[in-house]
């Protein structure tokens, strides 16, 4: 029987939202404070969903341990305590929160083959926060 | 169609174990949660149905009556037990936050009467929680 497991993950990190396609006014009216040479920081919080039949022997979608290990390795050492400017995706692209998300989705469904990645959630404060589940209609 | 949810907690012991498993592969598979002791958990269930509003009511579901049957199809069943011993469906099978989640569905999907129901979503923790759909 097909389950979904859902597990949260905390990371900080600091960036600044700042596109070289626009003028410096533009930058301005579209980012606001976001637009801050300096940058600032969010406690980001992920929310990964796999899903997968819940295996008999185990009763498990996929080992939580299995799951934390590879989050740990390929996204929180990645992101956590970093600059998202300085690395080389968003050098490329503004970090947005939903490029952050996209990223984060890409990272999972590439490298985590013990179950099926449903969707990725990003909440970059409490009151706000993104989903993206690749070409899929999300499932709610 | 109007989705509807409810929310209940209840807390629970258990601990993993598989007989057909070597102590060491259940070790290295459940790890802590292989200690044969138990430990225990404060689940939050969320069960959610789904309908159309009726034009009388207003209602998708009558809340108190869904509460009525969440409490005694579930939370008077698991609530401050071992589930590994106390809850049938886990005598056999490992009560893992999956097959809670299913057995949670099993208990409450025949006894609903006005709504259908969509999902059961189980929280182990804040940070992890299952949800189920039904077979198909």
């Known amino acids: 029987m097909k389950a979904h497991l859902s597990r949260r993950y905390l990371f900080s990190a600091s960036h600044r939202l700042h596109s070289e396609a626009m003028s410096v006014q533009e930058n301005q009216q579209t980012y606001g404070k976001c637009n801050n040479p300096y940058g600032h920081g969010h406690n980001y919080t992920i929310e990964v969903t796999v899903s997968g039949p819940v295996d008999?022997?185990?009763?498990?979608?996929?080992?939580?341990?299995?799951?934390?290990?590879?989050?740990?390795?390929?996204?929180?050492?990645?992101?956590?305590?970093?600059?998202?400017?300085?690395?080389?995706?968003?050098?490329?692209?503004?970090?947005?929160?939903?490029?952050?998300?996209?990223?984060?989705?890409?990272?999972?469904?590439?490298?985590?083959?013990?179950?099926?990645?449903?969707r990725v959630r990003l909440e970059e404060t409490m009151m706000n926060s993104f989903e993206y589940s690749g070409a899929a209609e999300p499932v709610f | 169609m109007v989705y509807l949810t409810r929310k209940a907690e209840f807390s629970a012991s258990h601990y993993y174990h598989n007989p057909d498993f070597t102590p060491e592969e259940?070790?290295?598979?459940?790890?802590?949660?292989?200690?044969?002791?138990?430990?225990?958990?404060?689940?939050?269930?969320?069960?959610?149905?789904?309908?159309?509003?009726?034009?009388?009511?207003?209602f998708v579901v009558d809340?108190?009556?869904?509460?009525?049957?969440?409490?005694?199809e579930v939370l008077d069943a698991m609530d401050h037990r071992f589930l590994?011993?106390?809850?049938?469906?886990?005598?056999?099978?490992?009560?893992?936050?999956?097959?809670?989640?299913?057995?949670?569905?099993?208990?409450?999907?025949?006894k609903l009467q006005s709504a259908k129901l969509h999902r059961v979503r189980v929280y182990e923790t804040p940070d992890l929680f299952v949800d189920f759909y039904g077979e198909a």
Not at chain 1, 68 to 76: A, I, K, Q, S
Not at chain 2, 32 to 52: D, I, R
Not at chain 2, 63 to 72: A, G, T, Y
């Open chain 2, 26 to 58: 259940n070790l290295r598979i459940f790890g802590k949660c292989n200690n044969p002791n138990g430990h225990g958990h404060n689940y939050t269930l969320e069960v959610t149905v789904k309908g159309e509003v009726d034009p009388r009511s207003g």
């Open chain 2, 84 to 110: 590994n011993k106390e809850v049938p469906e886990f005598l056999d099978r490992i009560p893992t936050t999956e097959n809670i989640a299913i057995a949670v569905w099993q208990r409450l999907v025949t």
């Open chain 1, 56 to 118: 008999e022997q185990t009763g498990m979608v996929c080992n939580l341990t299995d799951l934390d290990g590879f989050m740990e390795r390929e996204v929180l050492a990645r992101f956590d305590h970093e600059n998202l400017n300085t690395l080389k995706k968003f050098t490329e692209e503004v970090p947005t929160t939903e490029n952050l998300c996209i990223q984060i989705y890409e990272i999972v469904q590439r490298g985590f083959p013990l179950a099926h990645l449903e």
């Open chain 2, 63 to 72: 809340l108190k009556q869904l509460k009525e049957v969440m409490n005694r």
